[in-house]
Structures are given as structure tokens and as C-alpha cells.
């Protein structure tokens, strides 16, 4: 036993230690692995670029797949419940786009407009939607369709509009753009029921692992919005996975290589290697225009906290 700590002992050392027995340069930053950090750091950067071009190559086909698969997932939902599922309306697309367009165009995320006081009933009305019945549910923040139906089912008023069996059309509408200086993406959810029956829709079960006055009953969640902590991990994204764990990934390295860095000048000050040292900063750099520098929208939205409303 004694041994075996006195081995462990001298294998920390080596590797972490500045000493006479490694020549005062820790294998863990030595050239070498300073050369492996950068490849690595480099790789993992663009393979995560590549990953989010080849899916989403633009904030136009983002918004498409995003919100059809929106409706799927709303209606496998409704499927769970022996519910009849929703027909997707052109009308409540159309109501869903001006509400996402009002609220990156005035800067807010809320159910009524803090500039002009606008409900979500008025862009109803806007469409010309005779509603009986009328429901919105809002997400922020979301790198993939999963994310917002996940975030919106875990929330019982927001499951509420889901389920509801008042409802017989739902339209979507997802935006890219900015609020409060960062950008987002918003997904506005519109749910009713018209005095003009909707034509039946044919539900697919998911493949994989995954104008005038109008009056009704409506239905919103009431509060502030929530940030969502996912309890799973599954309730993630495949993309907002790759995003999380790559950030987390350099995150971790970057501390990791400033520890070495910290230990190799402080526990022998007299004894410097200044190409040593300076490889490392180097590196470190390179991690931080990794973190820093995010071409794709995915990139900026997923490392920001998923909110409902």
C-alpha cells in the first residue's frame, strides 16, 4: 500500500509538478502536449461548425423544420392523451408570425406588449380568427423543436394549452433575431378554435427517438417567464447537447491548462521556461477565440437559458 501512494505520488509529480526529475517541466505542459491541446481545441471547434451548417445552414430553414416539427411533437403529445389531434391553420401561422415579428421588433418576451399594451387576441383579430376558443404558449432561447415542447409539457399552464381539448388548429412560428442585444430565437405556439370548422388533419406518429371583432374563452400562463432547467438530460436536444458539452469541454481544458501554467511558474519562480509559458498562453487564446467566436446562431442561443411563458 505504502508503495503504491509513493508511486502515485512521483506519477503526480511528473506529470504535474515542476522538479529536478522532470527538468523543472511538467509533462503536462510540455511542448508536446501543448501541441495536442491546440489540435484538439481546434478539431472539436470545427466539428461542432460543421455539425450546425450541415443542420440548420440557415435561420430561414431553421424556422421551417423547427416549427413543423413543433406540430408534430404538440400533436404526439395530444396522441398520449387519446386526444384528437390539432390541424395546422395558415390563419394561426400568420397570427403566430406577427406576434414573434411585434416582439423582437419592440424588444420584449411577454404575453401583452409592455410598449402599446397589445394581447395575444389582437393578432387574432388582426387574421380575421373568429375564435371560440384561443390559447398562446411562448419559448425563448430553444436550439431545437424538442427543447420547447419538453420545456412547455414540464409546465402544467403550459401543458394545459397543449392538452386542451377545446382546441381543434394550432399555428407556429419560429424567428431568429435579437432581444435585449443577444440573439435569440422565439417560437410563438397559437391554439384555437374557429366558428368555421377546420378541414381533419392526418397525424403522422413520429419516426426516430424522436378582421372583425372576435370573443371566446382564451388561455395563457400568467407570471413571469420561467427559465427551464432540464431534469434530464435526454430532454435536450441532440444540437443543444453537442453546443453545451463542446462549450463545457473547452471550459474544462482551459481551466486545466491554467492550473499547469500556475503551478509550473509559482513552485519554482527562480527556474522559468519561457517558450514553455508562452506556448501555453498561446493555447489558452486559442480556447478562448473557441469559446468567444460563434459564426452560427445555434452557437450564441444554446449557451442561454431556455425561458417559457
Do not use: C
Not at 413543423?68 to 394561426?92: G, H, K, M, Y
Not at 436550439?143 to 381539448?165: C, G, R, Y
Not at 481551466?255 to 517558450?275: A, E, S, W, Y
Amino acid at each position: 500500500m505504502i508503495n503504491f501512494i509513493q508511486k502515485t505520488s512521483r506519477r503526480f509529480h511528473h506529470y504535474f509538478i515542476p522538479s529536478v526529475h522532470n527538468e523543472y517541466k511538467p509533462h503536462f505542459i510540455r511542448h508536446q502536449a501543448l501541441h495536442f491541446y491546440s489540435g484538439v481545441l481546434i478539431a472539436v471547434k470545427v466539428f461542432v461548425l460543421v455539425f450546425l451548417f450541415v443542420t440548420f445552414p440557415s435561420a430561414a430553414q431553421f424556422s421551417t423544420v423547427t416549427s413543423s416539427r413543433i406540430v408534430e411533437l404538440t400533436n404526439s403529445a395530444r396522441v398520449e392523451q387519446n386526444l384528437p389531434v390539432l390541424a395546422r391553420s395558415n390563419v394561426l401561422d400568420k397570427s403566430a408570425m406577427m406576434k414573434a415579428q411585434d416582439m423582437l421588433a419592440k424588444n420584449y418576451f411577454a404575453h401583452n406588449s409592455p410598449v402599446d399594451g397589445a394581447t395575444p387576441w389582437e393578432w387574432f383579430k388582426a387574421v380575421g380568427y373568429n375564435y371560440t376558443f384561443a390559447g398562446e404558449n411562448l419559448a425563448m432561447n430553444f436550439s431545437e423543436a424538442e427543447e420547447a415542447v419538453n420545456a412547455w409539457l414540464d409546465s402544467p399552464t403550459h401543458q394545459a394549452n397543449i392538452i386542451n381539448n377545446n382546441y381543434e388548429e394550432i399555428g407556429v412560428a419560429v424567428v431568429v433575431g435579437e432581444i435585449d442585444g443577444q440573439t435569440t430565437t422565439l417560437v410563438v405556439q397559437h391554439f384555437g378554435k374557429s366558428f368555421i370548422a377546420p378541414q381533419p388533419a392526418e397525424f403522422v406518429r413520429p419516426s426516430g427517438e424522436l378582421a372583425p371583432e372576435v370573443a371566446g374563452t382564451t388561455q395563457v400562463s400568467t407570471g413571469q417567464a420561467i427559465e427551464v432547467t432540464f431534469k434530464q438530460t435526454n430532454q435536450r436536444s441532440l444540437t443543444g447537447k453537442i453546443v453545451f458539452y463542446a462549450q463545457k469541454f473547452f471550459w474544462i481544458l482551459l481551466i486545466f491548462i491554467g492550473i499547469n501554467l500556475i503551478l509550473t511558474i509559482f513552485i519554482r519562480v527562480r527556474i522559468q521556461h519561457k517558450p514553455i509559458i508562452m506556448h501555453a498562453l498561446a493555447v489558452i487564446f486559442i480556447g478562448i477565440l473557441a469559446l468567444l467566436i460563434q459564426p452560427h446562431f445555434i452557437e450564441t442561443v444554446a449557451s442561454g437559458v431556455v425561458k417559457i411563458l
